[in-house]
């Protein structure tokens, strides 16, 4: 591994305070799992109604790590690079949505309330989506790390911009159809639904692209044209 992204990866949890932020994700999920399962009506009490809660949760917290990184490259003397910060937000993104889908199957399991029929139903790729929405969530995070300054206005547009926009369309009847297209919720829902079919996963591909890629591509070449500005 170069030993650049081996860095990055090391302040991914480097810091006391980023790993109490992450126990404090994970701890946030295990009491809203408990809650939803002790709340829930038996026919809500499956895997993939308590993931979709829980990670979509856990996934607000998420870009933080990623804006927190890039805070780092911001002080950091001479060129920096962008893409290790970028891979590295995985890391805690993997973690978290992981450790999530331990704690939706370990509460789901023990629980001894009535649950649905088919409680498991989709389970596989109701894992799989969930680190998946994390992983897509840490890169949000880079990328408005990367075109905003400040570390509170980038982690409230993290929140603000997409549900914004998937409100947006979601007012007006012709535009609905491009929510699964165009937000990160949209494509939140289909994965956690473990529903999915090849046009579902191609609408998430695009997410990714548009606010994994994308965002980040903007947000990496907005950085090298402040720390390289170009004379007439």
Do not use: K
Request: charged share 15%.
């Amino acid at each position: 591994m170069d030993e650049t992204i081996r860095d990055a990866v090391r302040r991914s949890l480097g810091t006391r305070a980023r790993r109490w932020l992450l126990a404090g994700t994970l701890l946030a999920g295990v009491l809203y799992a408990v809650a939803l399962v002790a709340a829930a009506a038996p026919a809500d009490r499956t895997f993939a109604a308590l993931s979709e809660t829980v990670q979509s949760l856990m996934s607000v917290v998420t870009p933080l790590f990623g804006i927190l990184l890039v805070r780092d490259l911001r002080r950091a003397p001479g060129d920096v690079r962008v893409l290790p910060s970028v891979l590295a937000v995985g890391l805690p993104a993997v973690v978290i949505g992981v450790v999530g889908v331990l704690i939706c199957a370990t509460t789901l399991a023990l629980t001894t309330a009535e649950v649905a029929d088919e409680p498991w139903r989709h389970a596989g790729t109701v894992a799989v989506g969930s680190v998946l929405v994390q992983v897509v969530a840490g890169l949000v995070g880079t990328g408005l790390g990367l075109l905003l300054r400040s570390t509170v206005v980038a982690f409230l547009a993290t929140i603000v911009l997409p549900l914004g926009l998937f409100g947006l369309l979601g007012a007006v009847d012709a535009l609905r159809p491009a929510q699964p297209w165009l937000t990160p919720l949209g494509g939140v829902r289909n994965l956690l639904s473990g529903d999915m079919t090849v046009l579902r996963w191609a609408q998430w591909l695009c997410v990714l692209l548009l606010w994994g890629v994308g965002l980040n591509a903007l947000g990496a070449a907005l950085l090298s044209r402040r720390d390289h500005p170009t004379g007439r």
